[in-house]
């Protein structure tokens, strides 16, 4: 009981570890771990150390010292029956050998195949719609079958080069007692044993078989703990941003808002995708990033979130480096809404808290008002109390991205990042949402990703952002005048409208 205790406080404080590791590190670790083979490591990996630590370590003294007070005996009973009850032993060691040989190799095999095939069925299960919609279910399923044949394959492959070795291992372990017997009884004949030595003779060897079984069972348990354990710590030790401790709060001047100054960025060596970027987003300005996709507009705010730190150059919040300003602080400081929105299952009026935790229902349906959600959150059965289901999924995406602003505004950050944060909602509502962040920006600085002209024409400063460069600065009036990508943008729309009226 005690050990099963200390077993699970164990796996429980590594989890926390782990969980607190994940949102310290660059989340770049999420960009090159699919999110179902994050989930085998937290929840099954770390499950697959309890046997270990509930079993195998406390018990390890007695397996231990069992056998060898055993064998201790037999020599002491008479030397020639300890020699008989250690005469398997050259098999059992042959057998092992011939089981463990390529053993790592073949455990960092299965053990992937198996996170692959756990990240596969996460992504199959997650993208049925998708699927169903484009007809995929063969490709997809296809690629699903393969990891699972994949899996079974290393598996099977395992096990059949591990039969001839653990079958001659466990014939040796099992046959002390072919040797023993013999020699015990032409021993008892010769009248060099009595019959208590002889009773000790022909039970002592059942005890060592019992307690060996358990221990190369141990040590089968001990080599898939050490890959696992490798990856664990993979995590655990995977680098950090340097930011801070909490306590040593930067003070920032609320007059100055963001700068980058020759900011390099790449998410893998020798790839950049951010070439010496400059500008500044004033308090109470909304700067609108645009340009094509992959042009790099995202990575910008993610940067600003600290979700990674600049390769070179140095970017600033209120006249500070953003290495210089621990994590906690700089969260309070931003309001980051994504076009990839998710929300917790729970209520939607849980899900909008989570911007302020301490806010009262007035102040989450002032939010809501704010962001246009509120009418149709009161159309539901259950109104705020309504579950948002597993991921958002019980609304529609214009909804999702709706209580996620009015989370946003609920958290009253003085900065706003809007990544694509009205790509789901309509021309209608997207109005009415951009009215209620006019009058929320008064003193904020408010950066803005987006692609629709209705979106960035009146912000106060237009960024055009082409393959990682920034090319091309000014007010929708002055690029609208200049040749460049801002204003093939606006022809572009302009194309598209004379179209569809056609």
């Not at 989450?364 to 009161?378: G, K, L, P, Q, V």
């Not at 790509?423 to 987006?450: K, M, W």
Request: proline content about 4%; overall charge negative; glycine content about 8%.
């Amino acid at each position: 009981m005690i050990s099963h205790r200390i077993a699970f406080k164990a796996l429980r404080g590594l989890r926390l570890a782990l969980f607190d590791r994940l949102s310290q590190i660059p989340q770049g670790y999420l960009v090159e771990n699919p999110i179902g083979r994050v989930r085998t490591l937290l929840v099954d990996r770390v499950s697959s150390l309890e046997d270990w630590i509930a079993h195998v370590m406390p018990e390890a003294p007695g397996r231990l010292s069992v056998p060898l007070v055993s064998l201790i005996a037999l020599f002491v009973i008479d030397w020639r029956v300890g020699f008989a009850a250690r005469a398997p032993v050259p098999l059992v060691i042959v057998g092992m050998g011939i089981m463990m040989a390529g053993y790592e190799s073949r455990m960092y095999l299965w053990m992937g195949s198996k996170a692959a095939l756990a990240a596969r069925a996460a992504e199959y299960i997650q993208g049925i719609p998708v699927i169903k919609a484009f007809l995929q279910e063969d490709a997809s399923f296809s690629r699903y079958a393969k990891s699972a044949l994949l899996y079974q394959d290393t598996t099977m492959a395992w096990w059949k080069q591990s039969w001839l070795g653990s079958g001659v291992m466990n014939a040796a372990m099992n046959s002390p007692l072919l040797a023993v017997v013999p020699v015990a009884f032409v021993l008892y004949g010769a009248g060099e044993l009595d019959i208590f030595r002889l009773a000790l003779c022909l039970t002592l060897p059942i005890g060592i078989l019992q307690h060996v079984f358990a221990i190369v069972h141990n040590f089968e348990l001990f080599q898939m703990v050490v890959p696992i354990w490798d990856e664990i710590t993979t995590l655990l030790r995977y680098p950090a941003l340097d930011r801070p401790s909490a306590t040593d709060r930067a003070e920032l001047d609320p007059q100055q808002g963001v700068s980058f100054t020759d900011v390099h960025f790449s998410y893998t060596d020798g790839l950049e995708v951010l070439h010496g970027v400059n500008f500044t987003a004033e308090p109470g300005q909304v700067t609108a990033l645009v340009g094509p996709s992959g042009s790099g507009k995202s990575t910008i705010a993610r940067l600003i979130a600290s979700f990674w730190d600049a390769d070179q150059g140095s970017i600033t919040l209120g006249g500070v480096d953003l290495r210089q300003i621990p994590l906690d602080q700089l969260m309070e400081e931003i309001s980051y809404v994504s076009q990839d929105t998710y929300l917790f299952e729970g209520t939607i009026r849980d899900n909008i808290r989570l911007g302020r935790p301490d806010a009262t229902d007035e102040e989450i349906e002032a939010a809501s008002r704010a962001a246009r959600c509120h009418d149709f959150i009161m159309k539901l059965p259950a109104g705020y109390e309504a579950d948002a289901g597993e991921a958002g999924g019980a609304l529609s995406g214009g909804e999702r991205q709706r209580i996620s602003i009015a989370r946003a505004l609920l958290k009253d950050a003085p900065i706003i990042l809007l990544d694509e944060a009205t790509s789901s909602v309509d021309p209608e509502n997207e109005h009415e949402i951009l009215r209620a962040l006019d009058e929320l920006t008064q003193g904020r600085t408010v950066i803005s990703i987006a692609h629709r002209l209705s979106t960035v024409a009146d912000a106060d400063q237009i960024l055009v952002i082409d393959d990682g460069r920034l090319v091309q600065t000014g007010t929708h009036d002055e690029l609208a005048g200049t040749e460049g990508i801002y204003a093939d943008f606006l022809a572009a729309r302009r194309r598209a409208a004379n179209w569809s009226m056609a």
